[in-house]
């Protein structure tokens, strides 16, 4: 099945600044790749998502970027705010498999202020 | 439009019972998928359904089983509760062919 790994685990950056994290998959047949995010006490919140035949993807702050060759995607966060902070997941999906979505480990980002 | 409800939000239960949580989608979604949230294993996947019937499902074992109805709500249960089941269950929606998951705050399972 597919496997995903997610670095860092934690992640801490001043307010405005810029944050990034990083995850590779294994299964060449996965085609979608969303990112999450979680606050405490919440359930995960989709923020953005790539699929397998576009290479980047931006919306406002947030961007998605994806490497199918080097199975690589990245999650880049600009100008960092406060209510940033929170535990950011990364995912893929298996061609095929439904809604079935294989998850990171997590990054736990704290924007200072 | 109101989002994913789970029901309920708390639950605490002893090793051998079986427990029953409620997920409502969004309105007009029709598949629902589940997950499991620990600090150790993180979010893995239980199963999914799409107009009642079950469509996916992971590598857990036969203790856990799910439902759904007609108006697209959703059950799972979990028989013979272990120490091991303490976790949070996640509810999702998603709509028709939809690959985007919309989670709830899921239902925090205390097993003792």
């Known amino acids: 099945g597919e496997n995903v790994e997610q670095h860092p685990s934690t992640l801490s950056v001043q307010e405005g600044d810029s944050a990034v994290i990083k995850c590779t998959y294994s299964?060449?047949?996965?085609?979608?790749f969303p990112w999450y995010k979680q606050e405490l006490g919440k359930g995960p919140q989709l923020i953005i998502d790539?699929?397998?035949?576009?290479g980047e993807k931006k919306d406002q702050r947030i961007a998605v970027t994806l490497n199918k060759t080097a199975k690589h995607f990245s999650l880049h966060i600009t100008e960092t705010q406060p209510e940033d902070s929170a535990v950011y997941f990364c995912?893929?999906?298996?061609?095929?498999?439904?809604?079935?979505?294989?998850f990171g480990s997590g990054t736990q980002l704290t924007v200072l202020p | 439009k109101a989002g994913v409800t789970q029901t309920p939000r708390y639950l605490i239960k002893t090793r051998g019972q079986q427990v029953t949580l409620s997920c409502s989608p969004i309105?007009?979604?029709?598949?629902v998928s589940w997950y499991q949230q620990t600090p150790g294993q993180g979010l893995q996947f239980l199963f999914e359904?799409?107009?009642?019937?079950?469509?996916n499902k992971g590598n857990f074992p036969g203790r856990f089983s799910g439902r759904q109805f007609s108006n697209s709500r959703s059950e799972m249960n979990v028989s013979t509760l272990e120490l091991g089941d303490s976790a949070l269950y996640l509810c999702?929606?998603?709509?028709?062919?939809?690959?985007?998951?919309?989670f709830g705050s899921g239902t925090q399972l205390s097993v003792l």
């Open positions: 299964d060449s047949a996965s085609n979608y």
């Open positions: 359904y799409f107009s009642e019937t079950q469509r």
């Open positions: 309105s007009g979604h029709r598949s």
């Open positions: 999702a929606s998603s709509l028709g062919g939809s690959e985007k998951l919309f």
């Open positions: 790539i699929r397998s035949n576009v």
């Open positions: 995912a893929a999906r298996l061609s095929g498999s439904a809604r079935q979505l294989t």
